[in-house]
């Protein structure tokens, strides 16, 4: 039988690599890089933009914070529950990158470019609005400057898991 730390360990691998390569795809394949055109010509009304993004918020943003918070939960258990010092380092670390993705998000004033997505997404007005007109360049402009921002998230996403992976690495030795 698997002691309780190596379990809580394994646990903190599976969500943290969850949250990083689920959002690594996200940015390559997903409806962010279609509203933007990366994926190849995608020509959608203000309104539809917005409406797509407001649904990837609601479900994606979801499952990117609850899954955050876990591994950082995780994180935190297993540092505690380990017997080895720099595993329990490497854990703590994890934790507390897991969790980076707040004041990333804060500082970064993506929570702002959200509502006003969201704003758009409730309006009726925006079905009328004609191509190029400024409420359309407007909602194509702040889907383009989330994606931005959205991408220095990736430093949180990406250490939690380093470091998760690091200690799990860490923990395999005889």
């Not at 009726?124 to 609005?129: I, K, Y």
């Amino acid at each position: 039988m698997l002691p309780p730390a190596t379990v809580v360990l394994a646990g903190n691998l599976v969500t943290t690599s969850y949250v990083f390569f689920l959002n690594l795809a996200g940015s390559q394949m997903g409806i962010i890089p279609l509203l933007n055109q990366r994926l190849g010509p995608f020509d959608v009304s203000a309104k539809q933009r917005a409406k797509a993004f407001a649904v990837q918020l609601k479900k994606g943003g979801f499952w990117t914070i609850s899954s955050s918070v876990v591994s950082a939960l995780l994180g935190f258990t297993a540092a505690y529950l380990h017997p080895d010092p720099l595993t329990r380092r490497l854990l703590l670390f994890s934790g507390i990158a897991s969790l980076g993705i707040f004041p990333i998000t804060a500082a970064t004033q993506i929570l702002k470019i959200n509502s006003e997505l969201c704003k758009y997404n409730r309006e009726d007005s925006l079905s009328d609005v004609a191509e190029g007109s400024a409420q359309d360049k407007r909602v194509e402009e702040l889907v383009q400057k989330w994606e931005g921002k959205h991408k220095l998230r990736f430093a949180s996403y990406f250490t939690a898991w380093a470091l998760s992976l690091s200690a799990v690495v860490l923990n395999l030795k005889p």
